[in-house]
Nanobody, 123 residues
Framework: QVQLRESGGGLVQAGDSLRLSCAAS????????MGWFRQATGPEREFVAG???????VYVDSVKGRFTISRDNAKNTVYLQMNSLKPEDTAIYYC?????????????????WGQGTQVTVSS
């Protein structure tokens, strides 16, 4: 099990940038695939980006070219750099860990979740 804590959310204007961080506890962080999800007004939590143990990445189409996921295994931290933010990016952003070394976008494969951090983009 991994404990996760997100930070870095806030209120920004369209076109601005934010970097979210997710600090993880646990000595085996390096062995987990990590992902970022977001939840806007509806009940569904949308996959945003994922990174495998080896550093392979995948993104939802709506953020490709604007968001970058990365990880620093020495710091037990995963990041989400968000550039050119749009009002439709407004959501609570969650960090998640999957006990698998491979890349995955499937929500059910993520076992551990953070508490979320709010990102609000004004037009």
């Amino acid at each position: 099990q991994v404990q996760l804590r997100e930070s870095g959310g806030g209120l920004v204007q369209a076109g601005d940038s934010l970097r979210l961080s997710c600090a993880a506890s646990g000595r085996t962080f390096w062995n987990y695939a990590m992902g970022w999800f977001r939840q806007a007004t509806g009940p569904e939590r949308e996959f945003v980006a994922g990174i495998s143990r080896s550093g392979d990445t995948v993104y939802v189409d709506s953020v490709k070219g604007r968001f970058t996921i990365s990880r620093d295994n020495a710091k037990n931290t995963v990041y989400l750099q968000m550039n050119s933010l749009k009002p439709e990016d407004t959501a609570i952003y969650y960090c998640a860990a999957a006990d698998t070394p491979i890349l995955t976008s499937r929500r059910y494969e993520y076992d551990d979740w953070g508490q979320g951090t709010q990102v609000t983009v004004s037009s």
